[in-house]
């Protein structure tokens, strides 16, 4: 059993967060003694998930529809599955999106590294997608691909 305070360090968030989060009912099954929180084995497991559902990108009030759905059993293993699916999909979007930013990203750094050292822009620019090194030419058909 842990304490608040060791929750806290061990998640690094404000033990103010800990208490939100008991207030809204994600830990449905939180001992006490004396009126002090308790975290078990499952309280732990529990803030992982839901610490993991915020980070992509979830609500509480959908969190807490899925400690919900949790509490009644088995017959919401098909829903559970689905909103675990639908933020895999937009978490894959969003790495898929930010991929495409740090591609610009290289290709930038790689354009402006030549220019300082031509001194110039004026051969980047004549510079074809094709003529570009291997690896920027990659880059670049990344961060300018339809989808950015």
Same mark, same amino acid.
């Given at each position: 059993?842990?304490?608040?305070?060791?929750?806290?360090?061990?998640?690094?968030?404000?033990?103010?967060?800990?208490?939100?989060?008991?207030?809204?009912?994600?830990?449905?099954?939180?001992?006490?003694?004396?009126?002090?929180?308790?975290?078990?084995?499952?309280?732990?497991?529990?803030?992982?998930?839901?610490?993991?559902?915020?980070?992509?990108?979830?609500?509480?009030?959908?969190?807490?529809?899925?400690?919900?759905?949790?509490?009644?059993?088995?017959?919401?293993?098909?829903?559970?599955?689905?909103?675990?699916?639908?933020?895999?999909?937009?978490?894959?979007?969003?790495?898929?999106?930010?991929?495409?930013?740090?591609?610009?990203?290289?290709?930038?750094?790689?354009?402006? @590294?030549?220019?300082?050292?031509?001194?110039? &822009?004026?051969?980047? $620019? +004549?510079? %074809? /997608? @094709?003529?570009?090194?291997?690896?920027?030419? &990659?880059?670049?058909? $990344? +961060?300018? %691909? /339809?989808?950015?």
């Amino acid at each position: 059993m842990y304490t608040i305070g060791q929750i806290s360090q061990m998640f690094h968030l404000p033990i103010s967060t800990l208490r939100y989060y008991d207030k809204e009912g994600l830990f449905p099954h939180m001992q006490r003694t004396s009126g002090i929180r308790r975290f078990g084995e499952t309280e732990v497991e529990t803030l992982r998930v839901i610490e993991c559902l915020k980070k992509s990108g979830l609500e509480i009030k959908d969190i807490k529809r899925f400690i919900l759905w949790c509490e009644q059993g088995s017959e919401t293993y098909g829903v559970r599955l689905a909103l675990f699916n639908r933020q895999k999909d937009a978490l894959e979007a969003e790495l898929e999106r930010l991929n495409q930013v740090k591609a610009m990203l290289e290709y930038k750094c790689w354009y402006y @590294e030549q220019a300082i050292q031509d001194g110039s &822009e004026e051969r980047l $620019r +004549a510079l %074809a /997608p @094709e003529d570009l090194p291997e690896p920027i030419r &990659e880059a670049y058909r $990344r +961060a300018h %691909a /339809p989808s950015f």
